[in-house]
């Protein structure tokens, strides 16, 4: 596009770039101006944008009015008599600013004043249905408001399927709800802690697939930062199993006199070559993990049984020596309350037990590997723990009932005749073990770990039960703590443990996963203290248990439709109640333990919610999202507007917004964290055809904004044409109170090569923005918007890159898998070569393509549509506040201000006025704008916009519209009526000559900002309306082209005329 070379359209060059003139009226052909400025010269001030020591308004103004002026600003109010700076806009001062008459008024004060204000009356600016309408016909014209409307003014008023088909292909292993589930939480609850640790609990307390639960309930942040945690329990849950097997195994060396080194060590020998051969069962596959896991159950069951029955057998006096009397009422007695001894408390002796419950999660642990897991897991772990349970309290009822606390294990140790028992069940049976009060004891519930043993039938039943209890334990715990954490792993929620995902074999086995639980497992196994290890495992596991629970009540909460728990007795508030029960539980076993979970938990927690992995598990947090969402823009509704709050809500056409990143981005910055951002597409043709594109790629241009940063949303719709699918945005986006109240599109550049429909569409948008009473921003930059041929150049250098990497690997791949000489070898190398050529002239291909389009891309559309991404540096935001249209001109550059890109920028103000009145009109915008709070760095009052362009210009634009002129007034009627019926879109004469003083305004514009707004880093300035039914198409179009052209990037702004700014006086 040329530029205007008229001498007015650029500045002086040596002039300062802030350099403010006060304009007066000046005609090119030397017509003298209306009314006299007086003799004195103008005045010119250097206004400094970094100098604004206690945030002054820096205007220009004439000699003899300072003090007036700093008077005005402290007061706020006129100082002399004949000052009226709120009566201003009177029909002469319309006359004296425009060249004529209009009802398009100039920004007033009165127009803003809220109705609660106690001084001075609010005024009614006209309404946009007033300005944009056609007059009525019934209204008499006469022949001043004739010559108005002539002007166009008028008076105030598959996933599942493939999974199957691949599962049957590779011989996927599938347990079902007994082998799967029950079993496994059988052999896990009726763990160690049954054989070896239950009968010292009652001594000293008396009788008296959690992952993929909780990530995909509570989403990545909770799932991912607990899964680890549960992971590792499960990791260590297999060091204390190893460590119970190896205990009974110590003691039955101790037995036998042959300990290897001594009790300490030889648990922690033991422990690695236990660790050592489940590592390699379960390596081997579920398979034989499951099998191994129904012979341990039986021999546990056996063992389970031999220790009741043993409960029966008469004893004999070894068995007394130690304790053991079969069922008295006096022992049972003795033992039902509890005896805290060593410092253990209720919780400490909890603690220790509670790992026994944490094999009800063991069926859940491999739910992928279950037929059925919805009827398997509920199924079998109740089952289990109902049987488990009952063997728990009938083993610690037995135990009670027949073993004392302390016994010596001397057979010697009788009542003497005549002594007195004290109470104790022991002596009145005929045993003496007073000592055990002051000194240790080897025997009975509280000193020997081994009482099931003793009390069974045949002692190596237990054993071999306490081998299989520990070693099946150890063996779930292992399978169960890799499974989680390849879940885990395989969801990348934390992506430098994606390493972990892969799994080997037609079970997907994670090897890797079971290397590391081996590691942890050795750590933990070198402690070879069970009371040490268990308390760790507890706190891990309530961590878990509390999130399961808590899982199920925010399920319940969120009130998901896809929440339907099947349990008959379920009720939310009970896992509430479940999940602070373990968090309480936490705190009371060891505070700084909790603290510590906790603060690992907190740690993951925020880490995976600053990661954003992207994940979608449909969790009861997005569904508590939506209910917050709805529950907001309901409440929202019975909120009345109020212009205080009002803020842009912008739908802006940029179609799929990666096509016009510049208009979204300039939308975006005075919507973003301030207003509604709607990116809008038109997909017209077969309404068939429409809608399949339109709904594919609706969530990749969604993403595409939130990938971005844009705090935006996307909408499309099909329609027959794209007026009518803009119609139908205008209408319907939005919910509620959350509509759109401004409409963004970027200036139709090529509207001088576009169809007339094309045209006649484009400026229906905005009459039908005008109906709907929306506010209009049209934005032009220099080089467009559209960067679609960029995007397409450079998806196809994507797709060549891809090439060349396939090709890459397919020789790598082939040089790989050479490996004999000969003939063979040689053709092998040959097709390598080829191979080679190949890729060469792919190479080649991609270099003569990028080379050929790097020059034909333009550069500068690549750099403009990334300009307002950048930072703005020092300069001007310059509005060219024309029409009063309730202050949305002025709002949406102060926005810009307030932002982190655009704060470096100072506000110019430019309006027009009488060239009597500059120092009282600039009087009157200060006050205006310092009503508003708004800060300016200076206000130029315009006094010559009235007069005609010079004829350099007025050329330009008589040769821009000639294509579309119709010059019916050299052709007959008839002839002239015909081509009106042919071509209505054209410009006819008598248009042209009825809005020529408008047409002189719009061309007069562009030179007053070229000479004052070439520098600016913006211009903002007032949309001209153009009336419905009036002015045509192409001649409005013409009047946007030469008001914006050759201009910085340029904001055309309408509000809808109703106040977007107010202030109380």
């Not at 823009?633 to 205080?644: G, I, P, S, Y």
């Not at 300039?666 to 301030?674: A, D």
């Not at 918007?785 to 890159?801: A, G, H, Y």
């Not at 409005?1036 to 509000?1055: C, D």
Request: glycine letters at 8%; charged letters at 20%.
């Amino acid at each position: 596009m040329s530029m205007n070379n008229s001498p007015n359209v650029f500045l002086d060059p040596n002039a300062n770039r802030f350099q403010v003139n006060i304009i007066n009226e000046s005609h090119d052909n030397n017509e003298t101006s209306q009314e006299d400025v007086g003799s004195d010269p103008p005045h010119y001030e250097e206004t400094s944008f970094t100098d604004e020591a206690h945030n002054r308004l820096r205007i220009s103004y004439r000699p003899g009015k300072r003090e007036l002026y700093d008077n005005f600003l402290q007061n706020g109010e006129k100082t002399e008599a004949s000052l009226h700076p709120y009566d201003t806009h009177t029909k002469m001062y319309y006359l004296q600013t425009f060249g004529h008459n209009t009802v398009d008024p100039v920004p007033k004060i009165d127009y803003y004043r809220n109705t609660g204000s106690v001084s001075g009356n609010k005024l009614s600016r006209p309404s946009l249905l007033e300005i944009h309408e056609q007059l009525a016909k019934n209204i008499a014209v006469s022949t001043g408001s004739a010559e108005r409307i002539a002007n166009g003014e008028s008076t105030a008023g598959d996933e599942t399927a493939v999974g199957k088909e691949e599962e049957n292909k590779t011989g996927f292993v599938k347990f079902g709800w007994v082998k799967g589930v029950l079993v496994r939480c059988m052999l896990n609850i009726w763990g160690v802690m049954l054989f070896i640790r239950l009968s010292w609990i009652v001594g000293q307390a008396g009788i008296g697939g959690a992952y993929y639960l909780i990530s995909r309930s509570l989403g990545p942040e909770f799932g991912g930062s607990i899964g680890l945690i549960f992971a590792f329990a499960n990791a260590v849950a297999v060091a204390m199993y190893v460590v119970g097997f190896a205990e009974t195994v110590v003691e039955l060396l101790k037995e036998s006199d042959t300990l290897m080194v001594d009790e300490s060590n030889d648990i922690r020998i033991i422990g690695t070559i236990t660790v050592v051969c489940l590592l390699g069962i379960s390596v081997a596959g579920m398979e034989w993990e499951a099998k191994a896991q129904v012979i341990l159950l039986v021999v546990l069951l056996v063992a389970i049984a031999n220790f009741f029955i043993g409960t029966v057998i008469p004893t004999n006096n070894e068995k007394k020596a130690r304790g053991f009397f079969n069922y008295q009422a006096s022992i049972f007695a003795e033992n039902f309350g509890p005896d805290f001894r060593s410092g253990e408390g209720f919780f400490s002796v909890f603690a220790i037990f509670f790992p026994a419950a944490t094999g009800i999660l063991a069926g859940a642990n491999i739910s992928g590997d279950l037929k059925d897991p919805q009827d398997a897991i509920p199924k079998g772990t109740m089952l289990a723990i109902l049987i488990t349970t009952v063997a728990y309290i009938g083993v610690a009822i037995c135990a009670a009932s027949c073993v004392v606390r302390d016994a010596t294990g001397n057979i010697n140790d009788t009542v003497v005749p005549g002594m007195s028992c004290n109470g104790s069940s022991a002596c009145s049976l005929g045993y003496d073990f007073s000592r055990c009060a002051s000194q240790p004891c080897d025997y009975g519930l509280m000193n020997n770990f081994q009482v099931m043993s003793m009390v069974s039938g045949f002692g190596p039943l237990i054993t071999a039960g306490i081998f299989s209890a520990t070693l099946s334990s150890a063996l779930a715990s292992l399978v169960s703590a890799p499974k989680v954490f390849q879940a885990l792993c395989k969801d990348n929620v934390y992506k430098g443990l994606h390493f972990f995902a892969k799994g080997y074999g037609k079970n997907n086995e994670p090897i890797r996963g079971y290397v590391l639980t081996f590691v942890i497992a050795m750590a933990f196994i070198l402690i070879a203290e069970l009371n040490t290890i268990a308390p760790i495992i507890s706190n891990f596991f309530l961590a878990s248990y509390a999130l399961i629970n808590f899982s199920c009540f925010h399920a319940s909460y969120a009130k998901s439709p896809g929440w339907r728990p099947a349990f008959r007795y379920y009720n939310m508030w009970v896992s509430l109640f479940g999940a602070l029960l373990c968090c309480g539980v936490m705190f009371v076993i060891n505070w700084w333990a909790a603290l510590i979970t906790y603060a690992i938990e907190l740690f993951l927690y925020i880490y995976v919610t600053y990661k954003k992995p992207e994940v979608n598990w449909g969790s009861s947090t997005q569904a508590l999202y939506y209910i917050n969402a709805l529950d907001s823009a309901l409440a929202l509704t019975t909120v009345e507007d109020h212009v205080k709050n009002f803020r842009p809500q912008c739908i802006a056409l940029t179609g799929a917004p990666m096509i016009r990143p510049a208009l979204l981005d300039i939308t975006h910055t005075f919507t973003k964290n301030n207003g509604l951002c709607i990116c809008c597409e038109v997909y017209t043709g077969p309404r068939k055809l429409c809608v399949k594109e339109m709904n594919s790629g609706m969530a990749k241009k969604q993403a595409w904004l939130t990938k971005n940063k844009r705090k935006a949303f996307y909408a499309a719709v099909a329609a027959d044409s794209f007026r009518d699918g803009v119609r139908s945005l205008l209408q319907a986006s939005g919910l509620g109170r959350m509509k759109p109240n401004t409409l963004v599109i970027g200036f139709k550049k090529d509207w001088r090569n576009a169809t007339a429909t094309q045209v006649e569409n484009y400026v229906g948008i905005i009459h039908d923005a005008f109906d709907f009473e929306l506010g209009m921003i049209i934005v032009r930059i220099s080089q467009g918007f559209d960067i679609s041929q960029v995007l397409q150049v450079q998806e196809e250098f994507e797709k060549l890159e891809q090439e060349r990497l396939a090709l890459e690997a397919t020789i790598k791949e082939n040089d790989f898998e050479e490996g004999k000489s000969g003939i063979c070898g040689f053709f092998r190398k040959a097709s390598s070569f080829n191979f080679s050529k190949h890729e060469t002239k792919k190479e080649s291909t991609i270099n003569t393509i990028q080379s050929m389009h790097v020059g034909e891309f333009n550069q500068k559309l690549l750099e403009a549509s990334t300009q307002f991404k950048k930072k703005q540096g020092k300069g001007t935001i310059d509005i060219w506040w024309l029409f009063d249209d309730g202050g949305l001109t002025i709002l949406i550059p102060y926005i810009l201000t307030i932002r982190k890109k655009w704060k470096n920028c100072k506000l110019r103000i430019f309006t027009g006025g009488k060239v009597n009145r500059i120092e009282e009109e600039k009087l009157v915008m200060a006050s205006l704008l310092s009503k508003f709070r708004i800060k300016f760095a200076d206000i130029n009052i315009i006094c010559d916009i009235n007069i005609k362009p010079n004829k350099e210009s007025w050329k330009f634009f008589e040769e821009m519209i000639e294509p579309y002129r119709l010059h019916e007034s050299c052709k007959d009627i008839t002839t002239a009526e015909k081509l009106k019926r042919e071509t209505p879109w054209k410009i006819t004469d008598a248009e042209l000559e009825a809005f020529k003083e408008k047409s002189y305004r719009q061309v007069r514009l562009n030179e007053l900002l070229q000479e004052h707004s070439r520098a600016a880093n913006l211009i903002v300035l007032s949309l001209p309306v153009a009336r419905k039914g009036v002015v045509s198409d192409y001649l409005y179009m013409a009047w946007l082209e030469i008001l914006s052209k050759n201009l910085p990037p340029i904001l055309m702004v309408r509000g809808n005329h109703k106040n977007v700014l107010t202030f109380y006086s």
